[in-house]
C-alpha cells in the first residue's frame, strides 16, 4: 500500500542552523511528491514539488529537496532557518492508481531557537 | 483572488446537533477537496469533487458524513449527528487539475463536539 513517513514528529534547531527534514514514501510506480507547510491556525501551503527530471527541486522560501529513488526518499532542506521557518511540515505522495489523491506524511513539528 | 475561503472558522456544538461546513473554492479550479486532520490520524482526505461531481468519497468515516458541491463556486460539509470523535480540524482545498497540479489549502474549520 501507498505510505509516507516522516520519522521525525518534532526537530528543534537553532537560527541560522541548517535543516533537514526526512521523508519516505512507499509508491509502485515513478511518484510525484510534493512538501507542504503549515504555520500555526492556518491551511497548507506548497513548498515544493517533483516530478521528474532534476533530482534537486528548488521552492519557496529558500527550501530544496532531493529526490533519492534508490533510498525512496525526498528529503527537505534549508541551509539557513529563520524564526519564521517555525511550523508543521508535511510530505505528500500523489496517487493515481484508480482516483486521484494525495497521501500525506503525519507531518514535522518545527522549533526555532533565537 | 481571495483564496479559498472556509466558514465558520470555529464550531462548537454538542454532541447529535447538525453541523454544516462551507467551502468556497478558488475561481476556476476543478478539483474541491475536503480533509480532516486530527492529532491521531493526521491529515485525511475524506472526499473530492471534479467539476462538481463527487469522485472518491472513499475517506467519508460513515453515513453521518455527507458533502455536496451545488455549483462549481460552494460545497458543503455535513455531520448529522454529530460525536465528540468528530472534533477536527476540517480543511477544503481546491486546484486547477488533478495529477501534478497544486492544491490550495483553505484556513480550515476547527469543530468541536462537547
Known amino acids: 500500500a501507498q505510505s509516507v513517513t516522516q520519522p521525525d514528529i518534532h526537530i528543534t534547531v537553532s537560527e541560522g542552523a541548517s535543516l533537514e527534514l526526512r521523508c519516505n514514501y512507499s509508491y509502485g510506480a515513478t511518484p510525484y511528491l510534493f512538501w507542504y507547510v503549515q504555520s500555526p491556525g492556518q491551511g497548507l501551503q506548497l513548498l515544493l514539488k517533483y516530478f521528474s527530471g532534476d533530482t534537486l527541486v528548488q521552492g519557496i522560501k529558500g527550501f530544496e529537496a532531493e529526490f533519492k529513488r534508490s533510498q525512496s526518499s525526498f528529503n527537505l532542506r534549508k541551509p539557513s532557518v529563520h524564526g519564521s521557518d517555525a511550523a508543521e511540515y508535511f510530505c505528500?505522495?500523489?496517487?493515481?492508481?484508480?482516483?486521484?489523491?494525495?497521501?500525506f506524511g503525519t507531518g514535522t513539528r518545527l522549533k526555532v531557537l533565537a | 483572488d481571495a483564496g479559498v475561503i472556509q466558514s465558520p472558522r470555529h464550531e462548537v456544538t454538542e454532541m447529535g446537533q447538525e453541523v454544516t461546513l462551507r467551502c468556497k473554492p478558488i475561481s476556476g479550479h476543478d478539483y474541491l477537496f475536503w480533509y480532516r486532520q486530527t492529532m491521531m490520524r493526521g491529515l485525511e482526505l475524506l472526499i473530492y469533487?471534479?467539476?462538481?461531481?463527487?469522485?472518491?468519497d472513499s475517506g467519508m468515516p460513515e453515513d453521518r458524513f455527507s458533502a455536496k458541491m451545488p455549483n462549481a463556486s460552494f460545497s458543503t460539509l455535513k455531520i448529522q449527528p454529530s460525536e465528540p470523535r468528530d472534533s477536527a480540524v476540517y480543511f477544503c482545498?481546491?486546484?486547477?487539475?488533478?495529477?501534478?497540479?497544486?492544491?490550495?489549502f483553505g484556513p480550515g474549520t476547527r469543530l468541536t463536539v462537547t
Open positions: 505528500a505522495v500523489e496517487v493515481t492508481s484508480g482516483t486521484y489523491k494525495y497521501i
Open positions: 469533487f471534479n467539476n462538481n461531481v463527487p469522485i472518491d
Open positions: 482545498a481546491s486546484s486547477r487539475g488533478s495529477s501534478g497540479y497544486e492544491q490550495y
